[in-house]
């Protein structure tokens, strides 16, 4: 499975970005998909998950009722709407996808979020 994510960027605190990443390869056993983010000098941390049926969702609770995640099955794309933004949501945010029966998890290579004060 390939992931590559899109969308990054520089906006100001109090502003939107909305980040996607599409999944190619074996994507049929893909089956939670999420975005994890990491700040310099921290860890990687979860941002938000979103179930295979793309009904079941779980965010970070720094983010909760800032972001959203959505799921595509068809266009095999998870996406995460970002709105309020703080100078503290700056990190790279990463794409990823976890595998049916196996709980591999696959990585992207990551988008850079930068919010300013």
């Known amino acids: 499975v390939q992931l590559v994510e899109s969308g990054g960027g520089l906006v100001q605190a109090g502003g939107s970005l909305r980040l996607s990443c599409a999944a190619s390869?074996?994507?049929?056993?893909?089956?939670?998909m999420g975005w994890f983010r990491q700040a310099p000098g921290k860890q990687r941390e979860l941002v938000a998950t979103?179930?295979?049926?793309?009904?079941?969702?779980n965010y970070a609770d720094s983010v909760k009722g800032r972001f959203t995640i959505s799921r595509n099955n068809a266009k095999n794309t998870v996406s995460l709407q970002m709105s309020s933004l703080k100078p503290e949501d700056t990190a790279v945010y990463y794409c990823n996808a976890q595998m049916r029966y196996t709980n591999y998890a696959y990585w992207g290579q990551g988008t850079q979020v930068t919010v300013s004060s």
């Open positions: 390869g074996s994507t049929r056993s893909i089956n939670t």
């Open positions: 979103v179930g295979s049926g793309g009904g079941t969702t």
